[in-house]
């Protein structure tokens, strides 16, 4: 079993929607919780990180812990086409925080 | 202000080959660790380097090793290349050792082994 399991799409919404991106993870020790953007071709790009259980908002994105469920979530509102990406799930624990663990990436595109 | 370089972008080499890897950290991060992307697949850490030592590593055998250098730039080594091995290689700096799990990720090396 991964350590972080994403699923890998690919999904496909209309301009305007809301996104919902979701990872679950198997290791209690994971305190930092963070979202990469992927376009093709290109390295991971930082979108957001928390710290431990709660919500985080950045403009038209959320980020979304809850460590009680081992499960976090990324929203994108009024999602336009320069979103299309692989997002990828990352976390790592408070006694290695450098070693990221990731997702498998989710494949997301949206259509004009 | 410049962010995570790497070179070369592309390479091909043949099985059995080794093969070097290079990477600079953004400006002030003193911290790097790199990566290897299979294709459709998250990222996996290799290893990192803080202060010209590794400090950590993940699933990967010792064909896999790295130097830092003085200027925090970085070099990833893999000798008895296989198959297997093609990838993106990814380079990540970030500041404080283990402490730091704010990661800026470069473009990455394509390796492609033949």
């Known amino acids: 079993q991964k350590e972080v399991e994403q699923d890998p799409g690919p999904l496909s919404v209309p301009e305007g929607a809301i996104v919902s991106l979701n990872c679950t993870y198997s290791?209690?020790?994971?305190?930092?919780f963070m979202w990469y953007r992927q376009y093709s071709r290109k390295g991971p790009e930082l979108l957001m990180y928390?710290?431990?259980?709660g919500n985080k908002e950045d403009g038209r994105f959320t980020a979304q812990v809850d460590k009680s469920s081992k499960y976090i979530s990324l929203f994108i509102r009024d999602s336009q086409p320069s979103d299309s990406a692989t997002y990828l799930c990352a976390m790592s624990s408070y006694s290695s925080a450098s070693k990221i663990i990731f997702g498998s990436g989710t494949r997301l595109s949206i259509r004009p | 202000d410049a962010g995570v370089t790497q070179s070369p972008t592309h390479l091909i080499k043949t099985r059995g080959q080794q093969v070097t890897l290079r990477c600079s950290p953004k400006s002030g991060h003193d911290t790097v660790s790199w990566y290897q992307q299979a294709l459709g697949q998250g990222p996996q850490f290799i290893f990192q380097?803080?202060?010209?030592?590794?400090?950590q590593r993940g699933n990967f055998p010792d064909r896999f090793s790295g130097h830092q250098f003085p200027n925090y730039s970085s070099e990833l080594n893999v000798n008895a290349l296989l198959l297997g091995d093609s990838a993106l290689y990814l380079c990540?700096?970030?500041?404080?050792?283990?402490?730091?799990?704010?990661?800026?990720f470069g473009p990455g090396t394509r390796l492609t082994v033949t």
């Open positions: 290791n209690s020790a994971f305190q930092y």
């Open positions: 990540a700096s970030g500041l404080g050792g283990i402490g730091s799990y704010e990661q800026y």
């Open positions: 928390t710290y431990s259980s």
């Open positions: 380097y803080y202060e010209e030592e590794e400090r």
